[in-house]
C-alpha cells in the first residue's frame, strides 16, 4: 500500500524544501498550511511554486487548531512531519503572543488529536528549537549543549516551542506511536524567513542600505544550512526515537559572520541598536546524538551556505 507523508507548515521556510525533497523522493505528500500573517502570503506561494501542479503533491489550505478527520479522508497517513508554527523568538511578547499560543500550542494539540484518530498513523516529527534551552549558565557557554542540557526556555517563543514538545511526547507515551523532535539550530538559506538575520541583512546590503545588528555582534550562533537541516528530517523518518539537536556543530559570532557577508558586500554599512529581549547570547549543537544514531553529516558550511543565499535572493526578487 502507498502511503501519504503529511508536512505541516509546508508553504514555510523549511517546510517548502521538506515537501519538495520528499516529492523528489519519489513519496506522495499531503501539505497543509494556513499563510498565517508572519509573512506575506507570496512569499510562501512563491515556495510552493515548483510543486504546484505536481500530481504527488496535495495542498490543503487549513488552520491546524480547526483541522478535523474529515479534512484527512481518503488519505493513507503514517508519517506526519510537523513544521507549522509561529516562530521567531523577538516577536513573541505582547499581545501577539496569542498568535504563538494558537499556532504553536492549541495547533499542535488538535493536530495530536486527530493523528491518534488515524488508524495508518505510525511516527511523528516535531520541529523544535535551540530556543528551548534558553540562555545557557556562563560556566556552560563554552561547551555545545547536548541534548540532556536544561530546558529554561528564555522568550515566550522557547516556552511554545517546549510546551509542544512535550505535548507530542505525552500523546506518543500515551498513545503509542514512534516520535522524534528535532532541535534546529537557527537555519539559514535559501527561502529564509525575512525576519530572520541573514534574510535582512542580505537584502539590505543589496539595496545599499546598513543592517541594524543587535547589541554588540558578540551573541554567537551555531548557523545550520538548509539543506543539511532537511537531511535530518528525512533520516528522522526511518529511524531514531525522542529528542536531537540539529545544528553544524558550530558556533560563530555574529559579527565573524559579517566578514563573510563583507566578502560580497565589501561597502557593508553596520548599525547597532539595543540588544532585544528573548535573544540569548549563545547556542552550540552538540550533534553527537545524532550523529552516531540517524548518521547525520552537516555538509555546508557558513561561507558556501551564505554565497548561496545571496545567489538565491539576488535571482529571486524579494528584496
Ligand atoms: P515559516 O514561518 O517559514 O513556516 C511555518 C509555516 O507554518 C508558515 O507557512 C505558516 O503559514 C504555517 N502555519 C503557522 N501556523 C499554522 C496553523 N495554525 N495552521 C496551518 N499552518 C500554519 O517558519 P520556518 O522557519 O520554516 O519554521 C518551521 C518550523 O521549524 C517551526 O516549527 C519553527 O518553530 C521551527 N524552527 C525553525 C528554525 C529556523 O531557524 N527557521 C529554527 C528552529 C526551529
Ligand atoms: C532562529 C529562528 O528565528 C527561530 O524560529 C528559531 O527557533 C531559532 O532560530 C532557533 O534556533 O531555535 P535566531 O537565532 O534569533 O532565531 O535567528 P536570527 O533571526 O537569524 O538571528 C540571529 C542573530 O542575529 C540574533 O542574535 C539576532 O538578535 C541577530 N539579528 C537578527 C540582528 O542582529 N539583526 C537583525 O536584523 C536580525
Known amino acids: 500500500m502507498e502511503f501519504d507523508v503529511l508536512v505541516t507548515g509546508c508553504g514555510g521556510f523549511l517546510g517548502s524544501w521538506v515537501a519538495e525533497r520528499l516529492v523528489q523522493d519519489g513519496l506522495r505528500v499531503v501539505g497543509i498550511d494556513f499563510f498565517t500573517d508572519n509573512y506575506p502570503r507570496e512569499i510562501k506561494e512563491n515556495n510552493l511554486k515548483n510543486l504546484s501542479g505536481n500530481p504527488s503533491f496535495q495542498l490543503i489550505e487549513k488552520d491546524l487548531a480547526h483541522l478535523s478527520i474529515d479534512d484527512l479522508k481518503n488519505k ?46 505510525k511516527r511523528l516529527i516535531y520541529a523544535s528549537s535551540s530556543s528551548v534551552y534558553g540562555e545557557p549558565p556562563h560556566e556552560a557557554k563554552e561547551q555545545a549543549i547536548k541534548e540532556t542540557s536544561l530546558t529554561n526556555p528564555y522568550s515566550p517563543y522557547g516556552v511554545t516551542k517546549l510546551t509542544a514538545e512535550k505535548l507530542c511526547q505525552a500523546y506518543s507515551a500515551n498513545y503509542g506511536f514512534e516520535l522524534v523532535s528535532l532541535r534546529f539550530f537557527t537555519v539559514y538559506g535559501p527561502r529564509q524567513r525575512p525576519d530572520m538575520a541573514f534574510s535582512r541583512f542580505i537584502r539590505k546590503a543589496i539595496r545599499g542600505e546598513p543592517i541594524v545588528i543587535y547589541g554588540d555582534g558578540s551573541q554567537k550562533r551555531d548557523f545550520t544550512f538548509v539543506e543539511d537541516a532537511i537531511e535530518a528530517v528525512i533520516l528522522s523518518l526511518k529511524k531514531g526515537s525522542g529528542v536531537y539537536n540539529v545544528g553544524r556543530g558550530k558556533t560563530v559570532p555574529l559579527k565573524e559572520a559579517l566578514n563573510v557577508l563583507r566578502d560580497h558586500f565589501p561597502e557593508l554599512k553596520v548599525a547597532f541598536e539595543p540588544k532585544q529581549k528573548g535573544d540569548v547570547s549563545f547556542t552550540w549543537a552538540d550533534i553527537s546524538k545524532i550523529q552516531a544514531e540517524l548518521g547525520y553529516s552537516p555538509k555546508v558550511d557558513l561561507q558556501e551556505g551564505l554565497e548561496r543565499q545571496i545567489q538565491w535572493i539576488r535571482s529571486n526578487g524579494f528584496s
Not at 93 to 120: C, M
Open 76 to 121: 493513507k497517513i503514517a508519517h506526519v512531519i510537523h513544521l507549522a508554527a509561529q516562530p521567531g523568538v523577538r516577536d513573541s511578547w505582547g499581545p501577539d503572543f496569542v498568535k504563538y499560543i494558537h499556532n504553536n500550542v492549541h495547533a499542535t494539540q488538535n493536530l495530536l488529536e486527530v493523528l491518534i484518530r488515524i488508524n495508518s498513523f
